[in-house]
């Protein structure tokens, strides 16, 4: 097994064998991110506490109170034995280059060595973790914060016939946050039988958005009715169930903690799930699809026979037969086909609405309490459509393609309707994809750094009326008019809007929620207006004196303000939240001083399917490696990434004809 690094980071791993791509895909991973994925493994057990201390407490005690222990046993004991094997040469690769190297891993070295289960426990956690993200309140804190308004990704595919080249396209952008379990890894790994280039989070064991000679996927967020919530009626220690009152079933903890005290835990569960006591204090109950309940455990082997296809026909197959807990999948091939699929465990519930999963379910009635999951092969899946192009970008999957899908040919509630799409984004990302007759590459990389805020050409004329009147606001309304609408460096006025937009929505619902924007005309449409632009003056009155309050100008140039990457090696930001309209993302954190970049876009690649050889370009963000003093060396310049993606350059990758010689 050999490791060739380039200029920019990226490991080539060639062996002689799989297991051998996989003990080199660690090696190389820990070489870039050890004291990273080694704090994650740590919390994956639910034992960081015991290792370093009571900076981890809460998120061990969330493990005891939940269960999670004993969900980790049941998705280890599913894999299949050669995913086993693979996992095991994974770690063995991670392990070895830690013992070479006593720096790597720092303060986190107590988790070695790393084992095949931590792997599955850290798999688990992850799609935990999204599965929490929809949860919005009703079980656990809200996602978001402080200037994050949420992941989310994008993705285009374009059949030859469709595309302006003659060859198959496809544009692979998830865009996540650049810290924690979602940062990403880079590699490109050589074996017998399969070569593949292709990034996943930290901590996986191989490719999971990748390409290879034959096929090329990329996943995106898709709104999934997986986290149910139970509101309980108890009594004591008991709850009501129909008209019975049933005992909750209670486990002991105990969560140690690194020179402190340890302390007990009770885990309380259900008929529904894990029990859990919400932000308001009422008593609910999770029921998980395909994490917690009916768990489908085959994500990691999912992804290596994704890697071993030849078309998206058996890329689909592949899906089909190991499936992932969520995620669409937009892919194409060689062959000039191209397909998109919409994945996940969505409950079987006939006659039921998405919207169910959106809010408390009485807990005492058995009627809603699910069983089984939907297959695989009745989710809605097309391949080559009539338009040429398919495209998501996390709205419903009902609009991967034109005309749209139609919800009828799929079980019920496993997606929103065709009227309900998450962001404005989907509108303006299949306008762009029907406006030509012929799709380039220079089109598909026209529309990814796009950083118009489209959500100011549905509000901003309104807001601006609303708030013209107002004397405390001229200059505010000053500045938004003379503002270009876009969030580029040198944009004045983009700080105040983003300000603005962020207080006005909920986070994650700039369009879903129909108290704020009047919805559109047409199914799936672009929203008409703001609803009550009294109150929409109200929250530009608040962003006022928060960017006053702040020492910053209200036309400050944004570049000036929000940086990506840390001093002196940082650029100037530009791209903004997709909720704004934005397609090329950036989240920022607002504050006194610099607004720092905390994620965003994070792997962008363009694949070419030509007719000799695939080419690809690509670009990693925040950059290769997190390791302090990493591969000393092969490190690239400081910085590097960030300010290519500043100048939105994306880099060559070699063609596989040439990356199969090194």
Same mark, same amino acid.
């Given at each position: ?419 309900? /799409? ?141 940086? /990506? ?98």
């Amino acid at each position: 097994m050999r490791i060739d690094w380039d200029e920019h980071g990226t490991p080539t791993i060639t062996a002689e064998d799989d297991l051998g791509a996989c003990r080199g895909f660690g090696h190389a991973q820990a070489l870039a991110h050890a004291t990273a994925v080694l704090e994650l493994y740590g919390i994956a057990r639910g034992r960081a506490a015991a290792l370093w201390g009571e900076e981890f407490l809460s998120g061990d005690v969330d493990h005891a109170r939940l269960g999670l222990e004993a969900a980790v046993e049941t998705w280890w004991l599913a894999q299949e034995e050669g995913t086993r094997q693979r996992l095991e040469a994974f770690c063995e690769g991670f392990n070895a280059a830690c013992a070479e190297d006593p720096d790597l891993g720092g303060a986190r070295r107590e988790a070695l060595p790393v084992t095949a289960r931590d792997v599955v426990a850290h798999t688990l956690a992850l799609f935990f973790g999204f599965a929490r993200f929809w949860d919005q309140g009703l079980a656990f804190p809200t996602a978001g914060g402080e200037g994050l308004l949420g992941g989310g990704s994008s993705a285009w595919a374009v059949t030859a016939e469709r595309s302006g080249t003659g060859e198959a396209l496809l544009m692979i952008n998830p865009h996540i946050p650049w810290v924690g379990p979602y940062r990403m890894f880079e590699a490109r790994s050589v074996s017998p039988g399969r070569r593949c280039h292709g990034a996943t989070p930290i901590g996986f064991p191989w490719q999971s958005f990748a390409h290879t000679p034959d096929v090329g996927w990329t996943h995106t967020v898709n709104p999934l009715p997986q986290l149910w919530v139970y509101e309980l009626e108890t009594a004591g220690d008991r709850y009501r169930l129909g008209e019975e009152l049933v005992p909750v079933e209670t486990h002991e903890h105990r969560v140690e903690v690194r020179d402190g005290e340890g302390v007990t835990v009770t885990e309380r569960r259900s008929v529904h799930g894990p029990v859990t006591t919400a932000p308001d204090g009422a008593t609910v109950a999770l029921r998980i699809a395909g994490v917690l309940h009916r768990p489908v455990t085959t994500a990691l082997e999912s992804w290596w026979q994704m890697s071993l296809a030849g078309s998206v026909r058996e890329l689909f197959a592949a899906q089909e037969q190991w499936p992932l807990p969520m995620f669409n999948i937009i892919a194409a091939d060689s062959s000039g086909s191209i397909g998109a699929a919409f994945c996940g465990a969505s409950p079987h519930r006939p006659g039921g609405s998405f919207e169910d999963s959106r809010h408390r379910l009485p807990g005492h009635e058995r009627s809603l309490i699910w069983e089984e999951l939907n297959p695989p092969h009745s989710l809605p899946r097309v391949i080559d459509p009539d338009c040429g192009w398919v495209q998501n970008v996390n709205e419903t999957p009902w609009w991967f393609c034109d005309p749209p899908m139609d919800p009828a040919d799929h079980p019920d509630g496993i997606a929103p309707a065709p009227d309900r /799409i998450r962001d404005i984004r989907s509108p303006l990302s299949r306008a762009r994809m029907a406006a030509r007759d012929r799709i380039g590459l220079e089109d598909l990389l026209e529309l990814k750094w796009d950083t118009r805020a489209h959500l100011a050409d549905i509000v901003l004329d309104q807001l601006l009326a609303a708030a013209g009147a107002d004397g405390d606001l001229v200059e505010a309304v000053r500045v938004l008019r003379d503002w270009d609408r876009h969030a580029e460096a040198e944009s004045r006025g983009y700080l105040l809007f983003h300000l603005w937009a962020h207080d006005h929505f909920p986070v994650g619902e700039v369009v879903m929620d129909d108290n704020r924007l009047t919805p559109a005309q047409t199914p799936g449409g672009l929203p008409t207006g703001l609803r009550d632009p009294e109150e929409a003056v109200e929250s530009l009155r608040r962003s006022v004196a928060t960017l006053v309050g702040w020492g910053l100008p209200l036309d400050a140039a944004y570049g000036e303000v929000a940086r /990506i990457g840390e001093a002196p090696e940082d650029a100037p930001a530009s791209g903004g939240p997709t909720y704004f309209g934005l397609f090329k993302c950036l989240e920022i954190v607002p504050g006194e001083g610099t607004w720092p970049a905390i994620g965003g876009d994070s792997w962008i690649c363009l694949v070419r399917f030509g007719a000799e050889a695939q080419t690809a370009s690509g670009l990693l963000l925040p950059g290769p490696a997190s390791e302090p003093g990493w591969a000393a060396g092969r490190a690239p310049v400081p910085g590097a990434a960030a300010r290519r993606y500043a100048a939105e350059e994306l880099v060559p990758q070699a063609p596989w004809h040439r990356a199969a010689s090194r």
